[in-house]
């Protein structure tokens, strides 16, 4: 069975888990070029100058000035990045924080959440200026420079939820837990799918009831955790069948399902068309 192709970061510094790169270094040679593909780790675009098209799970994204794409490990894309572009391109390992450091992983979780955001000058100058210090400690390798580089995306994700906060109409009585654990049940969803469709065991891995769980969606998205698990099945299907060859029994078989017609049943009814005609369609 043919794989969606996963790339993996190829810096030897930080111990292959981090890398920051200046775009107009990686244009040098023309326009940058990416067909659809997966990471292993998380990707951050930030585009002072941009010229192209950033297709991220299937949602197609004008690259212009002043704009930043953050995608999350396992999301599918494909770049087509025009000369004269410039800005940095950011690449680390889920494992670059460490699990302890509460704060910085919620923070990551919720930065990632987006995967494209659109800031003005000012803005967009503010969070240019950390990278820029960052970008500076990489290249420098100082005393203790990855627990500078840690601290600068620390501040950069702050920013950079102060930004998209500002731009959306504030949500009253939100419950800072509530909007924990539906992170934390996203991020589950993103790498138990095949293995976890039940809404009983995302609860039992987060260790709290299936009432609780459907309490937490029901208030913030006005979905069921059922509608989630199926909004993510799909998301995935769709990612094979446009990045891959693969045989719709062969997808099946890769996303837990023994019996395919039951598999096609279930796209077609979350899609209004059967998989074949899903893939002709848009390929």
């Not at 494209?116 to 240019?128: P, R, S, V, Y």
């Not at 840690?150 to 949500?171: A, C, D, S």
């Not at 419950?175 to 996203?186: G, V």
Request: proline letters at 3%; aromatic letters at 12%; charged letters at 25%.
């Amino acid at each position: 069975m043919k794989k969606i192709p996963v790339r993996q970061i190829q810096e030897p510094t930080l111990a292959d888990h981090f890398s920051i790169k200046a775009i107009e270094d990686l244009l040098n040679q023309g326009e940058m070029i990416q067909e659809l593909h997966r990471h292993d780790f998380y990707y951050l675009l930030v585009l002072k100058n941009g010229i192209g098209e950033h297709e991220i799970d299937f949602t197609v994204h004008e690259v212009g000035d002043n704009t930043l794409f953050f995608m999350r490990p396992g999301q599918v894309h494909q770049l087509n990045l025009k000369k004269g572009s410039t800005g940095y391109l950011l690449q680390f390992k889920p494992d670059f924080f460490d699990a302890q450091d509460h704060s910085a992983v919620q923070l990551l979780r919720q930065a990632s959440r987006q995967n494209f955001c659109k800031t003005n000058t000012n803005q967009f100058e503010k969070l240019a200026n950390i990278l820029a210090y960052i970008f500076k400690e990489f290249t420098d390798l100082q005393e203790r420079y990855h627990e500078v580089i840690k601290t600068g995306l620390h501040v950069f994700f702050i920013e950079l939820l102060r930004n998209r906060q500002n731009k959306e109409r504030p949500t009253k009585g939100v419950n800072p837990y509530a909007q924990e654990k539906l992170e934390q049940f996203i991020e589950l969803l993103e790498v138990r799918l095949i293995i976890h469709k039940q809404v009983s065991q995302y609860a039992e891995l987060m260790n709290i009831s299936t009432y609780q769980l459907a309490a937490i969606t029901k208030s913030l998205l006005n979905k069921t955790p059922s509608d989630l698990i199926n909004e993510y099945i799909i998301l995935e299907a769709k990612r094979q069948l446009l990045a891959t060859s693969n045989q719709v029994s062969q997808i099946a078989y890769y996303l837990g399902y023994e019996d395919v017609s039951y598999f096609i049943r279930f796209f077609k009814k979350h899609t209004g068309t059967s998989p074949e005609v899903f893939r002709q369609n848009l390929k």
